[in-house]
Protein backbone atom coordinates (compact mmCIF):
# COMPACT_ATOMS: atom_id res chain seq x y z
CA UNK A 1 0.00 0.00 0.00
CA UNK A 2 1.42 3.28 -1.44
CA UNK A 3 0.95 6.54 1.03
CA UNK A 4 -1.87 8.06 -1.08
CA UNK A 5 -3.67 4.42 -0.75
CA UNK A 6 -2.86 4.59 2.89
CA UNK A 7 -3.88 8.30 3.49
CA UNK A 8 -7.13 7.90 1.60
CA UNK A 9 -7.82 5.01 3.99
CA UNK A 10 -7.70 7.15 7.34
CA UNK A 11 -9.22 10.31 5.34
CA UNK A 12 -12.30 7.79 4.61
CA UNK A 13 -12.38 6.23 8.17
CA UNK A 14 -12.43 10.37 9.78
CA UNK A 15 -13.56 12.63 7.67
CA UNK A 16 -15.23 10.72 4.14
CA UNK A 17 -16.76 13.86 2.69
CA UNK A 18 -13.35 15.75 2.80
CA UNK A 19 -12.63 17.50 -0.51
CA UNK A 20 -9.08 18.83 -1.53
CA UNK A 21 -8.80 22.51 -2.10
CA UNK A 22 -8.20 21.84 -5.72
CA UNK A 23 -11.67 19.91 -6.18
CA UNK A 24 -13.71 22.95 -4.24
CA UNK A 25 -11.50 25.20 -6.29
CA UNK A 26 -12.47 23.85 -9.87
CA UNK A 27 -16.33 23.06 -8.74
CA UNK A 28 -16.64 26.56 -8.10
CA UNK A 29 -14.47 28.15 -10.95
CA UNK A 30 -16.68 25.27 -13.20
CA UNK A 31 -19.62 26.63 -11.94
CA UNK A 32 -18.97 30.11 -12.33
CA UNK A 33 -18.49 29.75 -15.79
CA UNK A 34 -20.86 30.26 -18.36
CA UNK A 35 -21.26 30.06 -22.59
CA UNK A 36 -20.99 33.89 -23.17
CA UNK A 37 -18.06 34.38 -21.01
CA UNK A 38 -14.90 35.64 -21.00
CA UNK A 39 -12.34 34.15 -18.42
CA UNK A 40 -8.82 35.12 -17.90
CA UNK A 41 -6.91 32.97 -15.74
CA UNK A 42 -4.08 34.38 -14.46
CA UNK A 43 -0.52 32.84 -13.20
CA UNK A 44 -2.04 29.62 -14.52
CA UNK A 45 1.65 27.77 -15.05
CA UNK A 46 1.12 24.46 -16.45
CA UNK A 47 -2.15 22.76 -14.92
CA UNK A 48 -3.99 23.20 -18.19
CA UNK A 49 -7.50 24.42 -16.53
CA UNK A 50 -8.22 26.56 -19.46
CA UNK A 51 -7.78 23.75 -21.22
CA UNK A 52 -9.93 21.49 -19.95
CA UNK A 53 -13.01 24.58 -19.39
CA UNK A 54 -12.28 26.53 -23.10
CA UNK A 55 -15.25 24.84 -24.77
CA UNK A 56 -17.69 26.03 -22.12
CA UNK A 57 -17.29 30.03 -22.76
CA UNK A 58 -16.66 32.09 -25.50
CA UNK A 59 -13.47 33.29 -24.60
CA UNK A 60 -10.69 31.68 -22.64
CA UNK A 61 -7.23 32.85 -21.80
CA UNK A 62 -4.49 31.69 -19.72
CA UNK A 63 -1.58 34.21 -18.70
CA UNK A 64 1.60 33.18 -17.33
CA UNK A 65 5.44 34.64 -17.11
CA UNK A 66 6.71 31.32 -17.79
CA UNK A 67 6.50 29.34 -21.54
CA UNK A 68 3.68 26.96 -21.35
CA UNK A 69 3.35 23.43 -21.90
CA UNK A 70 -0.18 23.94 -23.48
CA UNK A 71 0.27 26.32 -25.97
CA UNK A 72 -3.35 26.92 -27.19
CA UNK A 73 -5.51 29.93 -25.32
CA UNK A 74 -2.25 30.99 -23.80
CA UNK A 75 -0.54 34.60 -23.65
CA UNK A 76 2.66 35.21 -21.82
CA UNK A 77 2.70 38.09 -19.79
CA UNK A 78 3.57 40.19 -16.43
CA UNK A 79 0.05 40.39 -14.52
CA UNK A 80 0.54 44.06 -14.26
CA UNK A 81 0.42 44.48 -17.43
CA UNK A 82 -2.11 42.63 -18.96
CA UNK A 83 -2.49 42.47 -22.70
CA UNK A 84 -6.19 43.67 -22.51
CA UNK A 85 -8.32 46.14 -22.83
CA UNK A 86 -10.50 47.55 -19.58
CA UNK A 87 -13.55 45.98 -18.34
CA UNK A 88 -12.09 43.10 -20.65
CA UNK A 89 -13.15 40.02 -18.60
CA UNK A 90 -16.49 38.48 -16.99
CA UNK A 91 -14.10 36.44 -14.68
CA UNK A 92 -10.71 36.71 -13.38
CA UNK A 93 -9.48 33.08 -11.57
CA UNK A 94 -5.94 32.96 -9.91
CA UNK A 95 -4.82 30.08 -8.34
CA UNK A 96 -1.82 30.26 -6.03
CA UNK A 97 -0.67 33.05 -7.34
CA UNK A 98 -1.36 36.21 -4.72
CA UNK A 99 1.15 34.95 -2.74
CA UNK A 100 3.74 36.00 -4.94
CA UNK A 101 2.54 38.92 -5.14
CA UNK A 102 5.43 41.88 -3.90
CA UNK A 103 3.65 45.28 -4.37
CA UNK A 104 -0.08 43.85 -4.13
CA UNK A 105 -1.17 47.02 -4.79
CA UNK A 106 0.37 46.96 -8.65
CA UNK A 107 -1.31 43.95 -9.50
CA UNK A 108 -4.72 44.57 -7.83
CA UNK A 109 -5.26 47.89 -9.72
CA UNK A 110 -4.39 45.80 -13.03
CA UNK A 111 -7.08 43.30 -12.49
CA UNK A 112 -9.44 45.90 -11.10
CA UNK A 113 -8.66 47.69 -14.34
CA UNK A 114 -9.19 44.40 -16.31
CA UNK A 115 -12.55 42.78 -14.99
CA UNK A 116 -15.64 44.39 -16.10
CA UNK A 117 -18.33 45.96 -13.53
CA UNK A 118 -20.09 43.09 -12.65
CA UNK A 119 -17.65 40.68 -12.60
CA UNK A 120 -16.02 37.99 -10.49
CA UNK A 121 -12.61 37.23 -9.35
CA UNK A 122 -11.83 33.76 -7.41
CA UNK A 123 -8.43 33.31 -5.53
CA UNK A 124 -7.45 30.17 -3.92
CA UNK A 125 -4.33 30.93 -2.19
CA UNK A 126 -2.56 29.90 1.26
CA UNK A 127 -3.67 31.46 4.77
CA UNK A 128 -0.81 33.51 6.66
CA UNK A 129 -3.35 32.85 10.23
CA UNK A 130 -2.09 28.88 9.69
CA UNK A 131 0.21 27.84 12.06
CA UNK A 132 2.64 25.67 8.77
CA UNK A 133 2.40 28.89 6.60
CA UNK A 134 3.36 31.91 9.63
CA UNK A 135 5.51 29.42 11.37
CA UNK A 136 8.18 28.87 8.18
CA UNK A 137 7.85 32.41 6.83
CA UNK A 138 8.83 33.58 10.99
CA UNK A 139 11.68 31.49 11.47
CA UNK A 140 13.27 29.92 8.03
CA UNK A 141 15.05 31.83 5.59
CA UNK A 142 13.69 31.47 1.96
CA UNK A 143 16.40 29.06 1.00
CA UNK A 144 15.41 26.68 4.07
CA UNK A 145 11.88 26.64 2.92
CA UNK A 146 12.95 26.12 -0.91
CA UNK A 147 14.69 23.22 0.27
CA UNK A 148 11.63 21.99 2.63
CA UNK A 149 9.12 22.18 -0.20
CA UNK A 150 11.25 20.53 -2.86
CA UNK A 151 12.39 17.36 -0.55
CA UNK A 152 9.13 17.01 2.13
CA UNK A 153 6.63 17.74 -0.14
CA UNK A 154 8.51 16.93 -3.40
CA UNK A 155 7.83 19.94 -5.35
CA UNK A 156 9.89 20.69 -8.26
CA UNK A 157 13.03 23.56 -7.45
CA UNK A 158 11.11 25.56 -10.78
CA UNK A 159 7.77 25.81 -9.41
CA UNK A 160 9.29 27.15 -6.21
CA UNK A 161 9.01 31.02 -6.34
CA UNK A 162 9.53 33.46 -3.85
CA UNK A 163 6.19 34.14 -1.55
CA UNK A 164 5.82 37.41 0.27
CA UNK A 165 1.75 37.03 2.08
CA UNK A 166 1.02 40.75 1.02
CA UNK A 167 -2.99 39.69 0.83
CA UNK A 168 -3.03 36.58 2.93
CA UNK A 169 -5.15 37.15 6.15
CA UNK A 170 -8.80 37.28 5.63
CA UNK A 171 -8.68 40.91 7.27
CA UNK A 172 -6.99 41.91 3.74
CA UNK A 173 -9.32 40.76 1.60
CA UNK A 174 -11.71 42.22 3.19
CA UNK A 175 -9.99 45.62 2.50
CA UNK A 176 -10.47 45.03 -0.75
CA UNK A 177 -14.12 46.93 -0.62
CA UNK A 178 -12.93 49.85 -1.91
CA UNK A 179 -13.56 48.59 -5.53
CA UNK A 180 -14.87 44.68 -4.92
CA UNK A 181 -17.40 43.38 -2.43
CA UNK A 182 -16.10 40.12 -1.08
CA UNK A 183 -19.13 37.64 -2.41
CA UNK A 184 -17.41 34.52 -0.49
CA UNK A 185 -14.55 33.77 2.05
CA UNK A 186 -13.81 30.06 2.76
CA UNK A 187 -11.04 28.93 4.76
CA UNK A 188 -9.70 25.35 3.17
CA UNK A 189 -7.48 22.43 4.74
CA UNK A 190 -4.34 21.28 2.79
CA UNK A 191 -3.93 17.19 2.97
CA UNK A 192 -0.60 16.01 1.73
CA UNK A 193 0.15 12.46 0.64
CA UNK A 194 3.94 12.45 -0.03
CA UNK A 195 4.62 11.47 3.65
CA UNK A 196 2.59 9.55 6.35
CA UNK A 197 3.50 11.52 9.12
CA UNK A 198 2.83 15.05 7.40
CA UNK A 199 -0.68 13.69 6.39
CA UNK A 200 -1.57 12.46 9.93
CA UNK A 201 -0.45 15.92 10.76
CA UNK A 202 -2.61 17.92 8.47
CA UNK A 203 -5.55 15.48 9.31
CA UNK A 204 -5.15 16.34 12.89
CA UNK A 205 -5.14 20.36 11.98
CA UNK A 206 -8.22 19.86 9.69
CA UNK A 207 -10.07 18.14 12.26
CA UNK A 208 -9.40 20.93 15.45
CA UNK A 209 -9.92 23.94 12.52
CA UNK A 210 -13.03 22.23 11.67
CA UNK A 211 -14.53 23.94 14.97
CA UNK A 212 -15.78 27.50 14.10
CA UNK A 213 -14.29 30.05 16.20
CA UNK A 214 -11.02 28.01 14.47
CA UNK A 215 -11.85 27.73 11.37
CA UNK A 216 -9.91 30.63 10.19
CA UNK A 217 -6.56 29.20 10.65
CA UNK A 218 -7.02 26.34 7.92
CA UNK A 219 -4.17 26.30 5.62
CA UNK A 220 -6.03 28.17 2.66
CA UNK A 221 -8.49 30.70 1.78
CA UNK A 222 -10.77 30.85 -1.33
CA UNK A 223 -12.17 34.01 -2.04
CA UNK A 224 -14.39 35.55 -4.17
CA UNK A 225 -14.79 39.05 -5.11
CA UNK A 226 -17.08 41.20 -7.51
CA UNK A 227 -16.12 44.36 -8.88
CA UNK A 228 -18.37 47.29 -8.21
Not at 24 to 51: F, H, P, R, T
Request: glycine share 4%; net charge positive.
Amino acid sequence: MNNKEWSEKILQKYDSLFKHRWEIYDEIVKGALSSQMVWVDCGCGNDGMVETYASLVKTAVGVDIIDPIHKRNYIKADIRHLPFPSDYADLITLRFVVEHFQNSGEYIYELTRAIKPGGQIIILTTNLLSPFIFLPRLFLPSSIKSKILTKLFKVKDEDVFPAYHKMNTPDKFKKLTKNFRLKKMMFISDLNYTRKWVFILLLIWHKITGMKILNKFRTNILAILEKK
